[in-house]
């Protein structure tokens, strides 16, 4: 039995970021590269909080440095590393080690744990959004919000839907072209067979409370290529809990998530997410972080995709429709880390230059600053929007009519800071198909 136990967490050992610790060969790559050292001293850098004191880190002992809670995780520092060392994993890994040994405040605490629970905070909020929109927004509870759990009074907090998209889903008429329906999966179908017919969709937390127009316009463009769409029982991808140290509860997430899409993986059913971050995490975070690496997990990722990943892969197939409409417009593209993290490349880029007339103004920015949880936190607040300038001056540079990004929180923080209204890369492709096409609020 003892052997047994020794076999099993070596393997553990090997899958997890914890093995790349002395693969750092000391280089500070990643150190120059960290958008947040580069604007606060809290934060010596990638390399002195991650492998460098990893390897001081021993079993059931504190983390030596608290200072590892101001990495954003925005994982820069992976994508830079020429030795493959997982530095922002190392990271979450030990802020989760100083959630463990009680290193954080109980108000920190709580207001982390609030922070990392959207599908909890969406469910309270959207039945009551008109309500709820105009409290979060008053000056007031702001103010009682910062003093009171540390949540800056800024920071860019979503504003909820009146209708969630679920409720829009189950609602909308069928038509005989396109039949669209909630459930369980029926047909098998071949591991991706072209053509692909059908597709699961991942909305995640900030599609269903928040911003439910970007999955009304993800179906359009899904069904207006032929593909039909189903929407599994989903919780929060658990991301947020991940980043804010909470492992426990995020297993519990993404165990739910698996078991509720691995019947579609089974039958090649791809899984589509409209959320890079939820994307990614079914993908790579969750399984890494959590050591989850048993053969349904590792199923379900490797049938997920970013849906701008995925409609690339039609257009190359000869699968997309390219029937687009010109969009005379100038707009700033701006890829997220998370994104950028996927190892994709730039997929929305290449899809929305198959549209004519829209000019594509990239961004070089490292990041926007919000990584999620991190730039509504008190102390971290002016560090995020420090860390997001180099994009926001570019915005105000071009002065464009929109801001186009994959991730939501990028999204708010980039209208936060700019002023200017941010959509996702799909909500344009359904502007050049001559889809029905709703403003961002």
Same mark, same amino acid.
């Given at each position: 039995?003892?052997?047994?136990?020794?076999?099993?967490?070596?393997?553990?050992?090997?899958?997890?970021?914890?093995?790349?610790?002395?693969?750092?060969?000391?280089?500070?790559?990643?150190?120059?590269?960290?958008?947040?050292?580069?604007?606060?001293?809290?934060?010596?850098?990638?390399?002195?909080?991650?492998?460098?004191?990893?390897?001081?880190?021993?079993?059931?002992?504190?983390?030596?440095? *608290?200072?590892?809670?101001? +990495? %954003?995780?925005?994982?820069?520092?992976?994508? =830079?590393?020429? $030795?493959? &060392?997982?530095?922002? #994993?190392?990271?979450?890994?030990?802020?989760?080690?100083?959630?463990?040994?009680?290193?954080?405040?109980?108000?920190?605490?709580?207001?982390?744990?609030?922070?990392?629970?959207?599908?909890?905070?969406?469910?309270?909020?959207?039945?009551?959004?008109?309500?709820?929109?105009?409290?979060?927004?008053?000056?007031?509870?702001?103010?009682?919000?910062?003093?009171?759990?540390?949540?800056?009074?800024?920071?860019?907090?979503?504003?909820?839907?009146?209708?969630?998209?679920?409720?829009?889903?189950?609602?909308?008429?069928?038509?005989?072209?396109?039949?669209?329906?909630?459930?369980?999966?029926?047909?098998?179908?071949?591991?991706?067979?072209?053509?692909?017919?059908?597709? *699961?969709?991942?909305?995640? +937390? %900030?599609?269903?409370?928040?911003?439910?127009? =970007?999955?009304? $316009?993800? &179906?359009?463009?899904? #069904?207006?290529?032929?593909?039909?769409?189903?929407?599994?029982?989903?919780?929060?991808?658990?991301?947020?809990?991940?980043?804010?140290?909470?492992?426990?509860?995020?297993?519990?997430?993404?165990?739910?998530?698996?078991?509720?899409?691995?019947?579609?993986?089974?039958?090649?059913?791809?899984?589509?997410?409209?959320?890079?971050?939820?994307?990614?995490?079914?993908?790579?975070?969750?399984?890494?972080?959590?050591?989850?690496?048993?053969?349904?997990?590792?199923?379900?990722?490797?049938?997920?995709?970013?849906?701008?990943?995925?409609?690339?892969?039609?257009?190359?197939?000869?699968?997309?429709?390219?029937?687009?409409?010109?969009?005379?417009?100038?707009?700033?593209?701006?890829?997220?880390?998370?994104?950028?993290?996927?190892?994709?490349?730039?997929?929305?880029?290449?899809?929305?230059?198959?549209?004519? #007339?829209?000019?594509?103004?990239?961004?070089?920015?490292?990041?926007?600053?919000?990584?999620?949880?991190?730039?509504?936190?008190?102390?971290?607040?002016?560090?995020?929007?420090?860390?997001?300038?180099?994009?926001?001056?570019?915005?105000?540079?071009?002065?464009?009519?929109?801001?186009?990004?994959?991730?939501?929180?990028?999204?708010?923080?980039?209208?936060?800071?700019?002023?200017?209204?941010?959509?996702?890369?799909?909500?344009?492709?359904?502007?050049?198909?001559?889809?029905?096409?709703?403003?961002?609020?």
């Amino acid at each position: 039995m003892d052997n047994v136990r020794t076999e099993e967490h070596t393997l553990t050992y090997l899958f997890s970021p914890d093995a790349t610790v002395d693969y750092c060969i000391k280089c500070n790559i990643c150190v120059t590269a960290c958008p947040v050292a580069a604007v606060t001293d809290r934060f010596p850098g990638p390399k002195y909080a991650g492998p460098q004191a990893g390897r001081f880190r021993m079993p059931d002992q504190p983390t030596p440095d *608290a200072s590892v809670d101001y +990495c %954003s995780g925005c994982r820069v520092c992976n994508m =830079v590393c020429p $030795a493959g &060392v997982k530095i922002a #994993e190392l990271n979450a890994r030990a802020r989760a080690d100083m959630v463990r040994d009680g290193r954080f405040s109980w108000r920190a605490r709580l207001r982390n744990n609030l922070l990392a629970r959207p599908e909890l905070l969406g469910k309270l909020g959207r039945p009551v959004a008109p309500l709820a929109n105009r409290l979060l927004n008053h000056p007031l509870a702001r103010w009682a919000a910062q003093l009171t759990l540390g949540i800056h009074r800024r920071a860019p907090l979503p504003q909820f839907s009146r209708e969630s998209f679920r409720a829009w889903f189950k609602g909308r008429v069928q038509s005989e072209k396109s039949k669209v329906q909630i459930s369980t999966p029926h047909s098998p179908i071949s591991n991706l067979q072209s053509p692909i017919s059908t597709i *699961a969709y991942f909305h995640g +937390c %900030s599609t269903e409370y928040y911003e439910a127009r =970007v999955g009304r $316009a993800a &179906v359009r463009v899904l #069904e207006h290529n032929g593909i039909r769409v189903e929407v599994p029982r989903q919780n929060c991808c658990g991301l947020p809990l991940l980043s804010n140290g909470e492992f426990e509860a995020a297993r519990a997430y993404h165990r739910r998530n698996v078991r509720a899409l691995v019947a579609y993986a089974r039958q090649g059913i791809p899984i589509v997410g409209t959320s890079t971050s939820c994307t990614l995490t079914l993908k790579e975070e969750a399984p890494e972080l959590l050591d989850m690496h048993d053969e349904d997990t590792q199923l379900v990722a490797a049938h997920t995709y970013d849906i701008s990943e995925f409609l690339l892969m039609l257009w190359e197939r000869g699968q997309l429709r390219t029937d687009f409409q010109p969009v005379p417009m100038r707009v700033v593209y701006h890829p997220p880390c998370q994104y950028r993290a996927h190892r994709l490349g730039l997929p929305a880029l290449e899809l929305l230059s198959l549209i004519p #007339e829209l000019e594509i103004v990239e961004s070089d920015a490292a990041c926007c600053g919000i990584a999620g949880t991190y730039g509504y936190k008190a102390e971290k607040y002016d560090i995020a929007m420090s860390v997001g300038k180099p994009l926001f001056d570019l915005v105000a540079d071009v002065t464009p009519p929109l801001v186009v990004c994959d991730s939501e929180t990028c999204r708010w923080q980039i209208t936060h800071a700019t002023g200017v209204k941010s959509v996702h890369p799909v909500e344009i492709l359904a502007r050049a198909y001559g889809l029905n096409v709703e403003e961002p609020v």
